[in-house]
């Protein structure tokens, strides 16, 4: 399965500023998904990101609010705009590849643990 | 709107005995399902996935899928303390990401 590197881990953030996550994939992956985790919920898909294409958000995500880039099959960042404290939870970037079967599974990255004050 | 529905328990389950953890969907395209545990403050960890009719086991762990009742299981068998854990079922398939359900709070019981 990919290695998935995400940073930063944590991050204490003022309302009203932007925060921009990264993550790192250690092979070549073409879909990319961020997901949300809001304190006590499960997860929530913002959107798909694919190299080479506009990312695909999913109802109640906006690109003005949650803007991503894919340069390249290894990298992806979701940028968190405008923040304010309803923003605040857990941010997971996770891609979808070949295990050690053959299938396909989808590897989360360790996550974003953000809180705006 | 594609949901996948769990009972969040938590489920308690003494040391050593069977935990069963189920879950439903309801988009009929899904094609596959997953399995994954959640530790406090940590990332979901990929414990099974199944994409066929019937049971897949893997070790202590056995899932269940049945698409005609859009229904999920996960049995751990011999289950131990350090299962204990938040356990997200998940459906997806193709090019979309997963939907995930609310998860099941495990706790077993030394």
Known sequence: ?????????????QRGTSLTIQCQVDSQVTMMFWYRQQPGQSLTLIATANQGSEATYESGFVIDKFPISRPNLTFSTLTVSNMSPEDSSIYLCSVKDRGRSGAYGYTFGSGTRLTVV | QKEVEQNSGPLSVP???????????????????????QYSGKSPELIM????NGDKEDGRFTAQLN?????VSLLIRDSQPSDSATYLCAAGGGADGLTFGKGTHLIIQP
Do not use: H
């Open chain 1, 1 to 13: 399965s990919a290695v998935i590197s995400q940073k930063p881990s944590r991050d204490i953030c």
């Open chain 2, 15 to 37: 040391e050593g005995a069977i935990a069963s953890l189920n879950c439903t969907y309801s988009d009929r395209g899904s094609q596959s399902f997953f399995w994954y545990r």
């Open chain 2, 49 to 52: 996935f199944i994409y066929s």
């Open chain 2, 67 to 71: 698409k005609a009742s859009q229904y």
